[in-house]
């Protein structure tokens, strides 16, 4: 036993205790059970939508009450909860139960000289704690998503959510009792004091896995005080590399998707790179239609000397600090810098890149091939958009987050990547010669 | 730029850069170049076995005239080298490049909706850091598995065998510089100070994984300092139940394999559970058999008061006590305890188990299929004994350690297992709508 473990609260010990005793109900459970208990959650949170909005109309205004400061507009734009949002959980709740049990899944099968058989079967992790911030909406996607991969999960929301999740929890935890599941198959953590997620942090013969997902700073601290396995949904600082070759009227297209479809998410394009010989063709084109009089959302640049000069006497261009190139921007704003080599590009995002989604803009294959060799991210494109690393797109049935790190999971995690693989063995009396 | 970063001394982040450098130019070597410098490698060894065996000599002379620790004979084994320790390294490394590539390896291919095209390869990880104890073949070992997975490795060894390591590195950068391969895919530290290791735990942008394998005091030394992703290696303490309906002939045979054969490895019995309906046919005969007069190495019992009931009279039975059963023997020693019933040994194993390696002796299927489901370990076994979670047993082509954790590997890690996988996609100027 951990110094850790002892300084445990006899309360913190018998609900983690608890959780642990139905994580193992759960890890037997049939789809069938879970698909109820998906379905249920789905028509209770649609009965139950005056009761959230009421809840939530309280968080919002007390944000609204508070100080103001940078970014809380797009921060209240996600706390908020409409009609429409709850519409949609409750479609995420239906279409994860839709979606096939990942757990039991035979990967491998096959028999060792001597007659011993093995399988490699699909299983729950166990359980799993997420500290989220702000998107209360959040707390539904990531039970669905682990309770269906037969995991029992403890949710640790931001402080300006928690009316709001507290009420998305009873709505759960009512849909779990409706089906005969333990409830305890779901902690929602309302108890706003971080000394407790500190101590959970430590708790690693109870929880099996952190999942932080919000801005670094919660990284951060999570990595800092977690002895816990982490998945980690880290920052998105992604690149379009336009190679000299590359067609300009479909870079056009691709960059302005990758900037502008949707500035506020991880696979959102934050830099671009473009070889000299493609530059002085591409930008001024680029900044028209991204930042002329007919684009809808005009975007700033911040670029390198030559971007400068390329786009001289054009609005919404400033030089590029010494942070620029490190700066998730997740707005309508990007970084732009002209290089003279695709071993530069490549070097570019070695140093800068997040290792999340990258993309190269050639005509030739064999660049294409190298590049997705030697840049080491999750998801590497060529000739498309930075913004298919999601994981409804990529079929994966919704996601907890997009992982930046190499171990268990790169990219989007969905449903499988909530279990691992086991060993079962079967024989005769078999022993070791 | 974390604090820690600016830490770095400029000879300390020169180092790490070439090892960054040295690993994206093995990501992108052919299997052949990495097979070669393994037989090389091989060669090499058994051509300077000489050499080597003067500098653990050397090494084993300074722990002999150390002061005398519990262990100690076990310890000197696991350090002393000699010609056929040496020959089965080189073995080794010719194994290891027989063995598959895993680098490349399409996972999953397939055509989104619209056309862009998605394929899931398996990559290297990176630049691995495994800090190790004892065993100076574990450096050669964890060389080969972790170059033909196509990933830079940091080893730190136990400073008892520096000498022998430091010939070992010369070896191995040997064979890499004789195939043109950059030798930094290999940094042998011989730098005993603890500071640099700690250093290096939070180096998470030059440092992918932490692979520690050792003692308890390293792993928690580790899972404390580290702000890098870890594989956990920890211990094993392995049960084997026999329920009330077993082969009893055959459950004297499976525990003997179990507990004795290897007693000294993480998949060996620890702990066995008997079903009362079983106990008193089961532990006398048991005993004999272990500890009679006719037995080559005598097992001490530590048992629960109906087994020191059931073996009255006998030799080396003493009764357990409070930490009896949360410890690994590694000896010829084993815990016992009779239970009432399948429950009883399933919450034993849950309360007591390390998640490594376990089994029960039963005829019965369904309670079989019941043990593999609600007891949550990396193996679980019916009717064979534990001894079988081995990289090389289960085909993997031998292993770097065998993770008790739940991400990314569970059990043996192989090959495969030091890799993930990312995504590659290819379109012709697709963006997404």
Not at 4 to 17: N, Q, S, V
Not at 49 to 78: H, Q, S, W, Y
Not at 134 to 153: C, D, I, M, Q, T
Not at 391 to 400: R, S
């Amino acid at each position: 036993m951990t110094t850790a473990e002892e300084t445990l609260t006899p309360e913190l010990l018998e609900r983690l205790t608890a959780v642990r005793t139905a994580a193992r109900a759960l890890r037997a459970a049939t789809a069938e059970t879970k698909d109820r208990v998906l379905r249920a959650a789905a028509t209770l949170l649609e009965e139950r939508a005056p009761a959230i909005l009421r809840a939530n109309a309280e968080d919002v205004a007390e944000v609204d009450r508070g100080p103001r400061k940078p970014g809380a507009a797009a921060f209240r734009d996600r706390l908020l909860l409409d009609d429409a949002r709850i519409a949609l959980m409750a479609e995420g709740l239906r279409q994860v139960a839709a979606l096939a049990d990942p757990v039991g899944e035979v990967v491998e099968s096959r028999t060792l000289e001597g007659g011993l058989r093995v399988r490699r079967v699909r299983s729950p992790l166990g359980v799993i704690f997420m500290i989220f911030e702000s998107r209360p909406n959040v707390a539904v996607e990531a039970f669905s998503l682990a309770f269906k991969a037969g995991n029992a999960l403890l949710l640790r929301g931001g402080k300006e959510s928690m009316r709001t999740t507290a009420v998305l929890y009873e709505v759960l935890h009512f849909a779990l009792s409706s089906q005969r599941m333990p409830p305890d198959v779901l902690w929602g953590i309302t108890d706003p004091d971080r000394g407790l997620t500190e101590t959970l942090l430590r708790q690693k013969r109870w929880i099996d896995v952190v999942v932080p997902r919000g801005g670094e700073g919660l990284i951060d601290f999570v990595v800092r005080n977690s002895s816990i396995p982490i998945i980690k949904n880290d920052r998105g600082l992604c690149h379009v590399y336009v190679h000299a070759d590359a067609d300009l009227d479909a870079a056009v297209r691709v960059i302005e998707n990758a900037k502008t479809q949707r500035p506020g998410v991880c696979n959102a394009m934050e830099t671009l790179l473009v070889h000299a010989g493609a530059a002085a063709a591409l930008l001024p084109a680029l900044h028209t239609r991204l930042s002329g009089a007919a684009a809808p959302h005009p975007v700033e640049w911040l670029g390198c000397p030559r971007t400068l000069r390329l786009l001289e006497g054009r609005p919404l261009v400033a030089p590029a600090g010494a942070a620029t190139f490190d700066t998730e921007h997740l707005d309508y704003r990007m970084s732009c810098r002209v290089v003279d080599s695709f071993e530069e590009a490549v070097e570019h995002i070695e140093l800068h890149g997040s290792r999340h989604s990258e993309a190269i803009l050639t005509r030739s294959e064999g660049l294409a091939r190298r590049f997705q060799s030697e840049v080491d991210a999750a998801a590497v494109y060529w000739n498309a958009s930075t913004r298919f690393t999601d994981g409804f797109t990529l079929g994966l049935g919704g996601e907890l987050g997009i992982s930046t790190q190499k171990l268990h999971v790169r990219g989007p995690v969905g449903l499988r990547e909530l279990t691992s693989v086991r060993w079962l063995m079967e024989g005769e009396g078999h022993v070791r010669g």
